[in-house]
């Protein structure tokens, strides 16, 4: 008896308007995901401004991940500018393109091409805060823990680490501290390019002369070191 020879069933084909219409319902997708993630962000901040008697969000929780609100809801409380267009996938009734997304010569829904990148590099200003608390956190986690070390020896504890909760407000601090130290750094260098300035055109203007040392007008603050 010969063997039978078995056929495995063939992959239906995937056709251009197959590829399309799968391709424009993650567009659509995408759309509603992004819709809803702009009208949280801007109920976020409108929940937090002004008052009950002007502002009909204001105390209302956005930002809390057990309340779940739908893309209808998030439509009727957070409307946008862009509502009134009443854009939508589908056709209306007369068969007029109003309202209705363009689509480009394959039948996708036009969108514009994502410039720059996904994710932005910090400016300098970041960059200056997050290296300050981590040096400002290192210094606080090593005194901490020399704190820690010596409480254990003292009392005959074993030592097992800094606990959770101290080491995120060390953080916390370090934060804070950060913020403080860069602003006051930033704020000394402007006011010395400030003083720098001031002094060249009063040199310019002839009510100071080159004998004026630049460096004791910027760090003294006067034209006698006043």
């Given at each position: 008896?010969?063997?039978?020879?078995?056929?495995?069933?063939?992959?239906?084909?995937?056709?251009?308007?197959?590829?399309?219409?799968?391709?424009?319902?993650?567009?659509?997708?995408?759309?509603?995901?992004?819709?809803?993630?702009?009208?949280?962000?801007?109920?976020?901040?409108?929940?937090?401004?002004?008052?009950?008697?002007?502002?009909?969000?204001?105390?209302?929780?956005?930002?809390?991940?057990?309340?779940?609100?739908?893309?209808?809801?998030?439509?009727?409380?957070?409307?946008?500018?862009?509502?009134?267009?009443?854009?939508?996938?589908?056709?209306?009734?007369?068969?007029?393109?109003?309202?209705?997304?363009?689509?480009?010569?394959?039948?996708?829904?036009?969108?514009?091409?994502?410039?720059?990148?996904?994710?932005?590099?910090?400016?300098?200003?970041?960059?200056?805060?997050?290296?300050?608390?981590l040096r400002v956190f290192k210094a606080l986690m090593d005194?901490?823990?020399?704190?820690?070390?010596?409480v254990c020896t003292t009392d005959g504890i074993e030592y097992?680490?800094?606990?959770?909760?101290?080491?995120?407000?060390?953080?916390?601090?370090?934060?804070?501290?950060?913020?403080?130290?860069?602003?006051?750094?930033?704020?000394?260098?402007?006011?010395?390019?400030?003083?720098?300035?001031?002094?060249?055109?009063?040199?310019?203007?002839?009510?100071?002369?080159?004998?004026?040392?630049?460096?004791?007008?910027?760090?003294?603050?006067?034209?006698?070191?006043?």
């Amino acid at each position: 008896m010969a063997d039978e020879v078995k056929q495995e069933p063939t992959a239906t084909p995937l056709t251009m308007a197959n590829a399309v219409a799968i391709i424009r319902q993650n567009q659509e997708k995408d759309f509603d995901r992004n819709d809803m993630a702009e009208r949280l962000r801007v109920g976020v901040r409108r929940s937090k401004c002004g008052h009950a008697g002007n502002n009909p969000l204001f105390g209302m929780v956005f930002d809390n991940p057990s309340i779940v609100y739908s893309l209808d809801e998030l439509r009727q409380l957070v409307p946008l500018e862009r509502d009134r267009l009443n854009y939508s996938f589908k056709a209306t009734k007369e068969g007029g393109t109003d309202g209705m997304f363009a689509v480009n010569r394959h039948g996708l829904y036009s969108v514009p091409k994502p410039h720059g990148r996904l994710n932005p590099h910090m400016n300098l200003r970041q960059q200056a805060i997050k290296s300050e608390a981590l040096r400002v956190f290192k210094a606080l986690m090593d005194k901490a823990t020399e704190t820690l070390k010596s409480v254990c020896t003292t009392d005959g504890i074993e030592y097992l680490g800094v606990p959770e909760s101290t080491t995120q407000e060390l953080a916390q601090k370090a934060m804070r501290f950060a913020l403080r130290n860069v602003s006051g750094r930033r704020k000394e260098k402007s006011k010395a390019a400030h003083r720098r300035q001031e002094h060249s055109r009063k040199v310019n203007a002839g009510l100071l002369t080159l004998a004026t040392s630049e460096k004791n007008y910027v760090s003294r603050g006067g034209q006698y070191g006043a």
